[in-house]
């Protein structure tokens, strides 16, 4: 039985507007090689400049990691060569990072433990490299996007705790605003290493698995490769210090190339950039746009309005999701409803109508805040259900019309007439329609009765309140009805 031990270095892209040292729009999709300048391109001569909101971006993301902001930052260069790096050589961090020393508290599927972050740091990507059959082209609009690298300790054990990570990671920085996580486009990519040994021998030899862009493909590159190096030591074999691919197509990872050390990109002073001193400004502009994290959110959800785990873990997936639900429970509670009973209600609807609702339309949980159905529209709805003064078919049908012609669905409700209808003799009129339509339905209901056959007697019933409800327009209120429906069966 081996330990396993595994750190990662997640990529993000901030989502600046221009690229961290020049002027270039910083943006995915557009037209190849559109984006570039003599600065990203690397000509002889020009100077680079630092775009401090990336700088701001970055430690706002190295405040939430709990990181320390040292007192003074600087860059250097990371001398390579490759082709989509025009200057050979990549503007990055390495003595003083701009975050150094945190931790993040992961928590779900059953995990819960604490990763320490090594540091974060600021840097340049490179470009990017399309492969086609035997030609290689290259896009330089991604050389010089700000990326911040994320660097954690290794102390993860599994491929589902470093995907855990990875989807906790993810949720933070669209939180904060700074990235937009998606990873299919490369705006999050992560590079593993995992190492195993023997319980209390230490960290193993390192192998390095490159550009996984799915927390998915973090968790099965990572347990194939925790299998792959456990075989090779009961074999009697060393375990190579590689960088590596996963092959998700074969489901396993593949040599790319012996592992370099960090001594052989001969890290130097980049001349160009002067140190970075934030000042008292700067710092309270990163305090200023700190936000509630998912998780503390999530637990706050559980304890402050009574929902379940399940329940806080999908409203806090996104944090405009998070918001409108917050602000719909608010406007229930002007209502005369409780909090918590507002709080089920809302959830209840946010998490099954509405999410159908949206995903019918084609509108994105993220962008919910310019959705029609405000949360003071919702609230409205649900506390003239919840009150009575709406059948829930009806409360439905107000939403949908709301959404379609973008009107308030009270006002709605009042003037199509699908208030609740709570007057007895109205309600008998229909009651009465029923049993004269349904005599049979009432005789197999006594006849029910006297067999104790329970079941069908409420089934029965049940049909009869359905076409009370029907003759309404869904309008009578079901308890009354089912009362009088109760009534004639005893006569």
């Known amino acids: 039985m081996y330990q396993s031990f595994i750190g990662l270095e997640v990529h993000i892209h901030l989502v600046s507007k221009t690229k961290v040292f020049c002027g270039c729009r910083a943006a995915f999709g557009d037209e190849p090689n559109t984006n570039v300048c003599p600065v990203c391109m690397g000509y002889p001569g020009v100077l680079p400049s630092l ?13 939430s990691l709990n990181c320390r902001i040292p007192e003074k930052t600087w860059f250097e260069r990371k001398q390579y060569f490759y082709p989509d790096m025009p200057k050979n050589y990549q503007i990055s961090q390495f003595t003083s990072p701009l975050g150094q020393e945190g931790c993040l508290d992961i928590e779900g599927k059953g995990i819960k433990k604490r990763v320490r972050i090594k540091e974060c740091h600021l840097e340049e990507d490179a470009g ?8 290689s082209l290259l896009d330089y609009n991604r050389a010089g996007v700000s990326l911040l690298e994320i660097v954690t300790e290794p102390d993860m054990e599994t491929g589902e705790e470093a995907e855990l990570f990875i989807q906790q990671l993810r949720r933070m920085v669209r939180y904060l605003g700074v990235c937009d996580g998606n990873m299919e486009e490369g705006s999050l990519r992560a590079d593993a290493n995992v190492s195993i040994n023997l319980p209390g021998r230490g960290l193993g030899r390192k192998v390095e698995i490159k550009n996984l862009n799915s927390s998915r493909f973090v968790r099965l590159g990572l347990n194939y490769e925790i299998r792959r190096q456990g075989a090779l030591l009961d074999a009697g074999k060393t375990v190579a210090q590689e960088t590596r691919l996963w092959n998700q197509n074969r489901d396993q990872t593949e040599q790319m190339r012996t592992k370099e050390n960090a001594h052989d990109y001969r890290y130097f002073p980049e001349p160009d950039l ?4 934030p000042d008292t400004a700067f710092l309270k502009s990163v305090d200023d746009a700190l936000v509630e994290l998912p998780v503390p959110r999530m637990r706050r959800f559980e304890r402050e309005y009574a929902l379940t785990g399940e329940q806080a873990d999908l409203l806090c997936d996104e944090k405009a999701l998070a918001d409108y ?11 005369s409803m409780t909090k918590q009973d507002g709080a089920a209600r809302i959830a209840n609807w946010l998490l099954t109508d509405i999410k159908h609702i ?7 949980i993220s962008a919910i805040g310019s959705f029609k159905l405000t949360p003071r529209r919702l609230a409205s709805v649900v506390a003239l259900a919840a009150q009575g003064q709406v059948s829930m078919k009806n409360a439905k049908q107000a939403l949908e019309t709301a959404i379609l012609e973008d009107r308030d669905p009270q006002t709605l409700i009042k003037e199509r007439g699908w208030e609740q209808l709570t007057d007895p003799v109205k309600i008998a009129e229909a009651v009465q329609s029923v049993y004269a339509a349904e005599a049979g339905t009432f005789a197999q209901i006594r006849t029910a009765i006297a067999g104790g056959n329970r079941k069908r007697q409420q089934t ?16 009578a209120d079901p308890k009354i009805a089912g009362a009088q429906i109760e009534a004639l069966i005893k006569q």
Do not use: D, Q, W
């Not at 775009?51 to 405040?63: F, P, T």
């Not at 949206?358 to 994105?364: D, K, N, Q, S, V």
């Open 51 to 63: 775009n401090i909101e990336s700088m701001r971006m970055g430690c706002i993301v190295a405040k």
């Open 460 to 475: 029965l019933t049940a049909y009869l309140v359905g076409k009370v409800l029907a003759l309404t327009g869904g309008r």
């Open 325 to 335: 639900f917050e602000e719909a429970v608010g406007e229930a509670e002007k209502r």
């Open 358 to 364: 949206l995903a019918r339309e084609g509108i994105e």
């Open 274 to 277: 002067p140190v970075f001193t």
């Open 128 to 135: 990017k490299m399309i492969h086609t059959g035997t030609a």
